[in-house]
């Protein structure tokens, strides 16, 4: 009785954060974009499992629509996936508008962030107070921030909560740092790259690695540009080495994305 009671209350605040999230943020959304009651629905079903706001979701989700309809050939990837709320969303329009073609990559230590470097200048000073063992730029140490739920858990939640098909999703679990470079050889082509690694090394090393990856008219998405100075300075140093001038869009202030020239 106890545990039914309590599987209630869980429900029931499950509900109430969804509902929660989707007024907090709908006044932010054009009123067209609710005109698509399968799009609503997948948003809301995975809103518990995702710290994106709405306007981000219905770009990810319209990115994703976008490269089905125009036949654009490769993966997905994301690199940041957290509690797997924005990957289900994007796969759970590819098989609402494509059926299960791609694969799709999902990067996460699956144990939260790793410490900042010196690059990340707005949150290192406020970590080097509070940590008075700083390891060198290169050490790769979880802090227990943005930790989400495990690795298996996620896979649950895409597999058996979304009903996605388990052969089109690829974990590469561990530090991007050393995940992203090893899995560039068994990496074709990919048509969406979403980055959403908060810090410098852990933006600059996806642009690194799979900026080439992408075909051209791809998608770029980059959830923290207007949110961290680490992000944006690995996103703007790649770009200028490159000398590439994308036309930027935003989802809101903080996302952007562009197509690649
Ligand atoms: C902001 S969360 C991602 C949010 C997610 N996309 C969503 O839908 O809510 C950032 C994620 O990036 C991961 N991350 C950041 N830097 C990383 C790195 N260098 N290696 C592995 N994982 C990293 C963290 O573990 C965390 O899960």
């Known amino acids: 009785m106890l545990s039914a009671d309590a599987k209630a209350l869980a429900k029931r605040s499950v509900f109430l954060h969804r509902t929660y999230k989707m007024l907090r943020d709908a006044r932010n959304i054009p009123a067209g974009k609710f005109l698509q009651p399968g799009k609503v629905h997948a948003v809301y079903k995975v809103l518990p499992n995702t710290m994106l706001p709405m306007p981000r979701l219905f770009d990810a989700y319209d990115a994703v629509a976008a490269i089905d309809a125009e036949g654009l050939a490769g993966d997905v990837a994301e690199c940041g996936v957290w509690n797997g709320g924005c990957v289900g969303l994007m796969a759970l329009s590819h098989l609402k508008n494509a059926g299960p073609r791609r694969r799709f990559h999902l990067f996460d230590s699956f144990e939260g962030l790793p410490q900042p470097t010196s690059h990340d200048k707005e949150v ?12 060198s730029d290169d050490d790769l140490v979880a802090i227990g921030a943005c930790a ?13 909560q979304l009903e996605l098909p388990r052969e089109q999703f690829i974990f590469h679990v561990g530090w991007f740092e050393e995940t992203v470079p090893r899995a560039v050889t068994s990496i074709d082509k990919i048509a969406l790259l979403r980055v959403d690694g908060d810090w410098y090394s852990s933006t600059k090393v996806c642009f690194d690695h799979l900026y080439d990856k992408v075909v051209p008219n791809g998608f770029i998405i980059i959830d923290d540009y207007g949110t961290f100075s680490g992000c944006r300075k690995a996103v703007d140093d790649f770009l200028n080495s490159r000398g590439i001038r994308p036309e930027i869009h935003h989802s809101d202030q903080d996302c952007i994305y562009f197509r690649k020239p």
């Open 124 to 135: 290192v000073e406020g970590f080097n107070a509070e940590n008075h063992s700083v390891s």
């Open 148 to 160: 989400g739920i495990s690795q298996p858990a996620v896979e649950r939640f895409l597999v058996e």
